[in-house]
T-cell receptor, first 115, second 112 residues
Framework: DVKVTQSSRYLVKRTGEKVFLECVQDMDHENMFWYRQDPGLGLRLIYF???????EKGDIPEGYSVSREKKERFSLILESASTNQTSMYLC??????????????FGNGTRLTVT | SQQGEEDPQALSIQEGENATMNCSYK?????LQWYRQNSGRGLVHLIL?????REKHSGRLRVTLDTSKKSSSLLITASRAADTASYFC????????????FGKGTMLLVSP
């Protein structure tokens, strides 16, 4: 079974702090994704990566950056956390191109609160 | 940008009843996927149906796809309390390289 592990289940940070959310997958998947999930807004794609050191902006990249130095690890970085970034963050991975033929495998999420 | 929209937003039924959730989307697609999310957890992939398929089964799940109406439905038969979760459809537009876009989900509550 594919395992996608997010380093923290709950995180509380202060406004202005730099925040790192880590995600590791163990199935040698090419693609990795970061989504945020908010009530009434559903899942929105922040960034994704289809290869090591490659990254692409999703629908809401502002205020975020990502890093993919190794195939199995995809980090989401909040350069200067703000209260409107309080959310559930979900990491996912998939095999091959995400053209709808590859299911996404999700981690259990990190619930981030910025105070 | 929202591609798929689920209907209803919330559904409450008794154990043993069937649950039907619908998904409508806007542009042509290659495939459509359904996911399930238990409260406070990540999403789990349930089933994928390709644009040239009309119906697909997996255990108690039955998914239909009508590309002419740009809609899909997920039927859970003989529901159980453990089926309580949110259910999402996800699509990738049939145009170039693109990623899965999720709807806002249907919250299903199955009461014992």
């Amino acid at each position: 079974d594919v395992k996608v592990t997010q380093s923290s289940r709950y995180l509380v940070k202060r406004t202005g702090e730099k925040v790192f959310l880590e995600c590791v997958q163990d199935m040698d998947h090419e693609n990795m994704f970061w989504y945020r999930q908010d009530p009434g807004l559903g899942l929105r794609l922040i960034y994704f990566s289809y290869d090591v050191k490659m990254k692409e902006k999703g629908d809401i990249p502002e205020g975020y950056s990502v890093s993919r130095e190794k195939k199995e690890r995809f980090s989401l970085i909040l350069e200067s956390a703000s209260t409107n970034q309080t959310s559930m963050y979900l990491c996912a991975s998939s095999l091959g191109l995400a053209t709808g033929s590859s299911p996404l495998h999700f981690g259990n999420g990190t619930r981030l609160t910025v105070t | 940008s929202q591609q798929g929209e689920e209907d209803p937003q919330a559904l409450s039924i008794q154990e043993g009843e069937n649950a039907t959730m619908n998904c409508s989307y806007k542009t042509s697609i290659n495939n459509l996927q359904w996911y399930r999310q238990n409260s406070g957890r990540g999403l789990v992939h349930l089933i994928l149906i390709r644009s040239n398929e009309r119906e697909k089964h997996s255990g108690r799940l039955r998914v239909t796809l009508d590309t002419s109406k740009k809609s899909s439905s997920l039927l859970i038969t003989a529901s159980r309390a453990a089926d309580t979760a949110s259910y999402f459809c996800a699509t990738v537009p049939n145009s170039g390289y693109s990623t899965l876009t999720f709807g806002k989900g249907t919250m299903l509550l199955v009461s014992p």
